[in-house]
């Protein structure tokens, strides 16, 4: 709904993206693209993610993947950006602790984009912690390991940029020995995940080289924690464009998921 759009955009900037579409949409920024279905599409995502952490919550599933789009992690609280425009997982994780009254929300994103949006809807809360690792520097510019939060908020977000070119024993390394400890000393309740498969080897927009095999690694690694903890944990799709890599490291997710 509108409402729970709003617990993470400005209604007035939802009310502005339903407008542009209903007109026939058009470009939102270079990158960014809305056609007359756009709106109802985005909302339709968001209610996925929503209704999957319904589930999560009732104790109808242990894991879920919601295979969205548009993606999300890229929009601010007002703005579209980078084929983005309602931040599925930021509302998530709103409406995890609004709503639903969950006391401390894990954020995954291993997109190979730093999901900014995402970042600035709590940069400044002690009750979200947003992990992220991509490629960088890179689109959209921000990421760096100096981005850690400001007031309550500082030390609840960490960037592990990554070079291009990095790889699947990088990236074992990351979610195989930082991540578990990060997680081990905020004891999340509850752990959403950006999903971006466009750190695949093969995607052509980005520089990195994990492998499918190094995907599934890092859905291993992540589930593995919501197991040891406990929690559940539901993944939203993010990037990725080359659509073999693609299906492939969705492919292994839900194997994961399903042997976990």
């Known amino acids: 709904t509108v409402e729970e759009v709003s617990l993470n ?12 579409c209903v007109s026939g949409g058009g470009f939102l920024d270079p990158d960014t693209y809305a056609t007359e279905e756009s709106y109802e599409v985005a909302l339709r995502a968001v209610g996925g993610v929503l209704e999957g952490i319904d589930r999560l919550l009732r104790g109808e599933v242990e894991a ?7 993606p999300g992690h890229h929009a601010e609280r007002s703005k579209a950006m980078g084929f983005c425009l309602f931040n599925n997982v930021a509302i998530g994780a709103h409406y995890l602790r609004k709503v639903k009254g969950v006391g401390k929300v894990l954020i995954v994103d291993f997109d190979a984009h730093h999901g900014n949006g995402t970042q600035r809807s709590f940069y400044q809360d002690d009750g979200v912690f947003f992990f992220s690792t991509h490629q960088y520097p890179f689109y959209p510019g921000t990421g760096g390991p100096q981005e850690r ?9 960490l960037n592990v940029p990554m070079p291009a070119g990095a790889g699947d024993e990088d990236y074992g390394r990351v979610y195989g020995e930082l991540l578990p400890k990060l997680a081990d000393d905020f004891s999340p309740e509850f752990i959403l995940v950006s999903a971006g498969y466009d750190l695949h080897a093969d995607d052509p927009l980005t520089y990195l080289n994990v492998s499918t095999e190094g995907v599934r690694g890092v859905v291993r690694n992540i ?15 993010e990037g990725g464009y080359n659509l073999k890599a693609l299906g492939e490291s969705v492919s292994v997710t839900v194997e994961e998921m399903l042997a976990s």
């Open 9 to 20: 955009h400005d209604p007035t900037y939802v009310q502005e993206i339903r407008d542009f």
């Open 64 to 70: 879920v993947f919601c295979a969205v789009r548009p």
């Open 223 to 237: 589930l593995r924690i919501a197991q040891h903890r406990g929690v559940p944990v539901l993944f939203s799709l």
């Open 149 to 157: 939060g400001v007031g309550k908020g500082e030390g609840f977000t």
